[in-house]
């Protein structure tokens, strides 16, 4: 599939076929996370990959009640490891969520590549997360999302943007 259809008909995806995905495939798109570039080439991304159906169960409650994604047939939870160093100066031990925002936008779009959908899940009990799966005090949930077969044809490109000329402008704010 070409690159740029891949990012244009990327979509969030809330209804999952219980079809698992082949092994080949899930792990195409697990290695495009893991050779996702990081600053300083850190590599500060870890990602749990959940398929038990009471583990999935398990997160519902500590993602505010979004049901849909223990629906899939693999939930992947992402963290980071607490990188000491400072980006941009006032970034600090979070500038890991720069690398691991990178390395899982570089699976859903490898996961769109394969026709799997996924859906950024933002809102997280981290405390929580960190708590059931044993997550290490210097590491921190990013991120989560649901990877499986969508139910329908949810990949259909992106008309709700705004023109290039308020989100780009040339040589200086001009906004």
Same mark, same amino acid.
């Given at each position: 599939?070409?690159?740029?259809?891949? $990012?244009?008909?990327?979509?969030?995806v809330r209804s999952y076929k219980? !079809?698992?995905?082949?092994? !080949?495939?899930?792990?195409? $798109?697990? /290695?495009?996370a893991r050779i996702a570039p990081s600053g300083g080439n850190r590599q500060p991304t870890r990602l749990i990959v959940v398929r038990d159906d009471h583990r999935k169960d398990a997160l519902i409650p500590l993602c505010n009640g979004q049901k849909f994604i223990a629906q899939a047939p693999v939930i992947l939870v992402a963290c980071g490891w607490e990188i000491p160093t400072n980006r941009g100066g006032y970034m600090g031990k979070y500038s890991m969520l720069m690398d691991v925002a990178i390395a899982v936008d570089h699976l859903?779009?490898?996961a769109r590549a394969e026709g799997i #959908?996924?859906?950024? $899940? #933002?809102s997280f009990d /981290?405390? #929580? $997360?960190?708590q059931f799966w044993n997550v290490p005090d210097d590491y921190q949930v990013v991120a989560l999302?649901?990877?499986g077969y969508p139910v329908g044809e949810p990949f259909q490109e992106i008309t709700n943007r705004m023109p290039m000329e308020q989100s780009v402008c040339n040589e200086e704010w001009g906004f």
């Open positions: 599939m070409d690159f740029y259809e891949v $990012i244009k008909t990327r979509r969030s219980p !079809d698992p995905i082949p092994e !080949d495939v899930f792990k195409r $798109i697990l /290695n495009a859903t779009l490898a #959908g996924t859906c950024w $899940i #933002g /981290n405390t #929580g $997360i960190k999302t649901p990877l």
